[in-house]
């Protein structure tokens, strides 16, 4: 039975390195919201707002395409933010809809190491957005914790 891989973890924290791997141990399909973002809106998203516009629109695309996917018997890691209680919830709901089963992989690192870490990554430039230590701050207030209760099965990763 497919199943379809979630990902939580503040900025930085390894969720696209993690997304790559679960690719290749699971066989699966990667769908990136920072690849589709660059590619979909090249030069539009220069803040908070513009990223919740342009991730909003693309939910009702991606959002078929990966029940699909599921459907079709296909394992999908989505590496999109499961960070938020409502991200988590239109998240959960993918799989439902699909009828297959979730993991969600949370991954548990202190602000400290995701800092320095996003601070390395975008010296790097390799990565196609470059938050600054202020949308660090902003978007970090928003991150809460998964929890079972939500109806979530999830998979700690620690350094």
């Not at 699966?28 to 660059?38: M, R």
């Not at 499961?82 to 991200?87: F, S």
Request: proline share 4%; with cysteine; net charge negative.
């Amino acid at each position: 039975m497919p199943t379809l891989h979630l990902l939580c973890g503040k900025i930085a924290s390894g969720k696209s390195t993690l997304a790559r791997r679960l690719v290749a141990e699971h066989r699966a399909i990667l769908l990136s919201e920072d690849t589709w973002l660059a590619q979909l809106y090249p030069g539009e998203v220069l803040s908070i707002a513009d990223y919740l516009r342009c991730a909003q629109r693309m939910r009702g695309v991606v959002g078929p395409l990966v029940i699909d996917l599921l459907k079709s018997g296909v394992n999908v890691v989505l590496d999109f933010p499961a960070n938020t209680l409502a991200n988590r919830e239109w998240l959960l709901s993918l799989a439902h809809s699909g009828q297959v089963p979730h993991c969600l992989h949370y991954l548990e690192l202190d602000d400290a190491t995701c800092r320095a870490r996003l601070h390395a990554r975008n010296a790097g430039g390799e990565h196609d957005f470059a938050a600054t230590d202020a949308e660090f701050d902003l978007i970090t207030r928003h991150f809460c914790v998964p929890s079972e209760a939500e109806g979530l099965v999830i998979e700690v990763h620690r350094p």
